[in-house]
């Protein structure tokens, strides 16, 4: 598929009038088309299934390119598999994306592409590793949405508590920062963590939580006693 094509049939599905509600909301001078993301998913499935993983790249990078609202969420819905053989180009063209991050719900969906191709190869930790010191709240702030999936191992191995510590050693090196966003990365990683492991969670809070914003710890401790916030 060409990206005109998928651009325009991306066009044709947009909704009157939402495009300007989303422009609203993101508060991102770039263009929306007013399409639902539901619409979005659906065509991005479609496009999956009839794209051999080359084809899809390709198009996901032209995607991207547009800086379109609903192309870049459709570039990132179109890699978001967990199983791919050779992921390679994948991993390369999402760890491109990075620095391109303006805003939080692109950067989001880019970053669920990004949890597949990490938890398939998890020595993807070091490059991520290296977004934690970024200027960019974005590239920071990603560093700790792609690893999510290390909160929510029911039985995790000795490698995978290891992964999860290092994140943790990540999210402290944060709690100071004084943006809302990385904030808030950190009270949702926190958050996550405490439906597998609350006493982690609790004595992370116990060494960390008066550096970090109260309502960052008040999201972190959601599902733990009050007495969790240390």
Known sequence: MMPEAALAAMTAAAEPGRAEGMAAYHKMPRRYLGVPNGVLDTMTRDWRRALDLPARVDLAQALWQTDIYEARIAAAKLLTQARIRDDGAVWALIAGWVPDFDSWAIADHAMMAGQKRVVARPARLDEVEGWTGAHALWTRRAALVITLPWTRLKHPDRAELAARERVLGWAAGYVADPEWFIQKAVAWWLR????????????????????????????ASKYLPETAEG
């Open 192 to 219: 996550d963590l405490s439906k597998r492991d609350p006493a982690r969670v609790r004595a992370f809070l116990v060494e960390h939580g008066r550096a970090m914003k109260p309502f960052a710890r008040r999201e």
